[in-house]
């Protein structure tokens, strides 16, 4: 079992920044990946980026050059350094952890509870 606890959301003005954090523990073996992904009210939940153990990172194109995602392998702490917010990044953004072979998940998704992030206009 993994459990993950998501940290770091509120409110911001278009344009600030904030820092998302994600906290995993229990069963962390490598080779896994970890990401955030965000759901907006009547919205699909949506890939925002992923890092892997290797740190090896991906993108949605609506955050390429204004997010970053990074993780701390000996915190077992992933971070999302959001800049240049827009209303639209406004949703409940989630952290998610799963272990992979070739590229082909293995076991199942973890999930935290959610954080909240509103970006006003």
């Known amino acids: 079992q993994v459990q993950l606890v998501e940290s770091g959301g509120g409110l911001v003005q278009a344009g600030g920044s904030l820092r998302l954090s994600c906290a995993a523990s229990?069963?962390?073996?490598?080779?896994?990946?970890m990401g955030w992904y965000r759901q907006a009210p009547g919205k699909q939940r949506e890939l925002v980026a992923t890092?892997?153990?290797?740190?090896?990172?991906n993108y949605a194109d609506s955050v390429k050059g204004r997010f970053t995602i990074s993780r701390d392998n000996a915190k077992n702490t992933m971070y999302l350094q959001m800049n240049s917010l827009k209303p639209e990044d406004t949703a409940v953004y989630y952290c998610?952890?799963?272990?992979?072979?070739?590229?082909?998940?293995?076991?199942?998704?973890?999930w935290g509870q959610g954080t909240q992030v509103t970006v006003s206009s």
């Open positions: 998610n952890f799963y272990r992979f072979m070739r590229t082909i998940r293995i076991g199942p998704d973890y």
């Open positions: 229990g069963s962390i073996f490598s080779p896994n990946a």
């Open positions: 890092i892997t153990s290797e740190y090896v990172t």
